[in-house]
Nanobody, 120 residues
Framework: QVQLVESGGGLVQAGGSLRLSCAAS????????MGWYRQAPGKQRELVAA???????NYADSVRGRFTISRDNAKNTVYLQMNSLKPEDTAVYYC??????????????WGQGTQVTVSS
């Protein structure tokens, strides 16, 4: 089994910054893509940013230029640096990972979510 544990959420004023972390643990052989999604009240979950095992990145238009995704493959950890935060960034942020486990099974995993609240 594989677990994803997020940290770093909280309350910040508009224009501020936060850094989210997500550490994967368990029976991991390798991790392919990792990403961050968010879900605001009454809205569907949406992709914020993703990063492949090779380091290629993809961003939602709404965060490009403000957010940066990165990963530390040695630590099985993905990060999301969020700068110039806006009230519309308020949401629960979820980590996602595409994992090959040690039994050579490929599965997609989600973290439990971390709340980010941006006050105006």
């Amino acid at each position: 089994q594989v677990q994803l544990v997020e940290s770093g959420g909280g309350l910040v004023q508009a224009g501020g910054s936060l850094r989210l972390s997500c550490a994967a643990s368990g029976s991991i052989f390798s991790i392919n893509a990792m990403g961050w999604y968010r879900q605001a009240p009454g809205k569907q979950r949406e992709l914020v940013a993703a990063i492949t095992g090779g380091g290629s990145t993809n961003y939602a238009d709404s965060v490009r230029g403000r957010f940066t995704i990165s990963r530390d493959n040695a630590k099985n950890t993905v990060y999301l640096q969020m700068n110039s935060l806006k009230p519309e960034d308020t949401a629960v942020y979820y980590c996602n990972a595409d994992v090959w486990d040690i039994a050579t099974r490929r599965n997609n995993y989600w973290g439990q979510g971390t709340q980010v609240t941006v006050s105006s």
